[in-house]
């Protein structure tokens, strides 16, 4: 089995390169299916879900092939309904995107009910609202979601009674190839919706006002592949923003979109952290010594905080002066990483969807486990600014959305390996 070990307490000095935003890749990767073509995506992240998304592709017919730096995908000829084991589509949460894909190019999908990391309660009723409201008969039978359009998919008036990224992502891939207009009212704003809604426009789509709460899509059969170079990942730019704040040092993220970054920036500017902003980079100065102001932050739809940065401000939060209050506005339980804080020394008390954060308390480097993505990214954090030496367990959590988090840290001057322990 392998670990993160990382000893505390080390400044951080140095760049980073941000990879590709997973988030926007996997939706991309799924519309290649509603699509049908070749395509040359560049800036593909290697981490476990894209080889992961590879690997259903290729389960269906088609071939990707990794050409340097771009990734070459032929999904001209593929076998929509070759059966994809439940143990691969419960990997990930965004399986479910093939739901949309399949059913805007062929009228049909049957698509295992996807997994994820365990936030409490993940439904998917809008995206079954949204398929049927597009004509197709949809819903959860034996483990599997089906959805069936007897007499194809018909453009519509849809109105989301959430902020949901997956909801929206489905109706643009069931809404692309309809016959007629749709229009998706309360929309995601994320940046990877506005992705996705691009490179569908590149194949020949009309998708307008995509990063709006109003998407209005007019169906086009006549779809071709394209080459696309996928976002930088916010996410990961606003992970290394805060560990550079937790070190301390002066490190130069680049590669980033400053646009997309700015309710990060702004919680670090008002923990007193500095930031430098420049065209494609943010540049991250604090001196380890220097205390951090304690802060109020509500994780909500973009544009505002991410539930995605929610454990890791916390984390910083825990070297803050005073009592931070961390909120938790998309999903009922995220804190599971909270009680890993506490192992290291963090005082935390959660009520309902609060974290309450007692800043200062001297945290130490113990044995502690990556309960999902971000929360290991949060354990990541707080070993760097933690005494002696922290050893993360189930990092493949971590290795599903961090592309080479080990090498890019240590290159900065953190003392962090990846490790082979018997199991
Ligand atoms: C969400 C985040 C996304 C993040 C991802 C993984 C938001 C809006 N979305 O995306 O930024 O990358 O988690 O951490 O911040 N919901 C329903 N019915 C549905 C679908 C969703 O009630 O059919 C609710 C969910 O319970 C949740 C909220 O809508 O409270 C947002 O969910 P959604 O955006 O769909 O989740 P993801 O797409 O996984």
Request: proline share 4%.
């Amino acid at each position: 089995m392998e670990k993160i070990v990382i000893c505390g307490k080390k400044p951080l000095y140095g760049t980073i390169d941000i990879a590709g935003m997973k988030n926007a890749a996997l939706p991309i990767l799924f519309a290649t299916v509603l699509v049908g073509g070749k395509f040359y995506i560049e800036n593909l992240p290697d981490v476990s879900d894209i080889n992961l998304t590879l690997d259903i592709l290729k389960r269906l017919g088609a071939t990707c092939v990794h050409n340097g730096d771009a990734t070459e995908i032929d999904t001209t000829e593929i076998d929509p309904y070759a059966e994809l084991p439940l143990d691969v589509v419960k990997k990930m949460r965004a399986s479910y995107y093939l739901v949309g894909a399949q059913l805007g190019r062929y009228g049909k999908a049957h698509v295992g009910y996807p997994g994820g990391c365990d936030f409490g309660t993940r439904p998917i009723d809008q995206h079954l609202k949204c398929f049927r409201t597009l004509g197709a008969d949809a819903d959860v039978n034996g483990g599997y979601i089906e959805a069936y359009a007897k007499e194809g998919l018909y453009g519509n008036h849809i109105f989301f009674d959430v902020v949901s990224v997956g909801a929206t992502v489905n109706a643009i891939l069931a809404a692309t190839r309809a016959e007629g207009s749709t229009i998706i009212e309360n929309a995601a704003r994320e940046p990877h919706i506005v992705a996705l809604a691009s490179f569908l426009n590149m194949c020949g789509a009309h998708i307008t006002g995509a990063g709006t709460d109003t998407i209005k899509i007019r169906g086009e059969k006549d779809l071709h592949g394209c080459s696309y170079d996928i976002i930088p990942d916010m996410i990961e730019a606003g992970t290394y923003m805060v560990a550079a704040a937790a070190a301390g040092g002066r490190v130069m993220i680049r590669n980033i979109i400053p646009k997309h970054m700015e309710s990060v920036t702004a919680k670090l500017v008002e923990m007193g952290v500095t930031v430098n902003i420049g065209d494609d980079y943010a540049e991250i100065v604090r001196d380890p010594a220097q205390p951090l102001s304690r802060i109020m932050v509500k994780a909500v739809p973009y544009p505002g905080f991410p539930t995605d940065m929610q454990p890791q401000i916390c984390a910083l939060t825990c070297q803050a002066e005073g009592t931070s209050y961390v909120s938790e506005g998309v999903w009922d339980n995220r804190f599971r990483y909270v009680e890993e804080l506490m192992r290291m020394g963090a005082h935390i008390l959660v009520e309902g969807k609060t974290a309450i954060v007692e800043g200062g308390a001297p945290m130490k480097g113990t044995q502690v486990s990556a309960v999902d993505l971000r929360g290991g990214a949060a354990v990541i954090i707080a070993a760097l600014a933690a005494e002696g030496i922290t050893v993360i367990d189930n990092i493949v959590l971590i290795e599903r959305g961090y592309d080479d988090i080990v090498g890019k840290l240590s290159a900065v001057g953190a003392d962090i390996r990846k490790v082979s322990f018997p199991d």
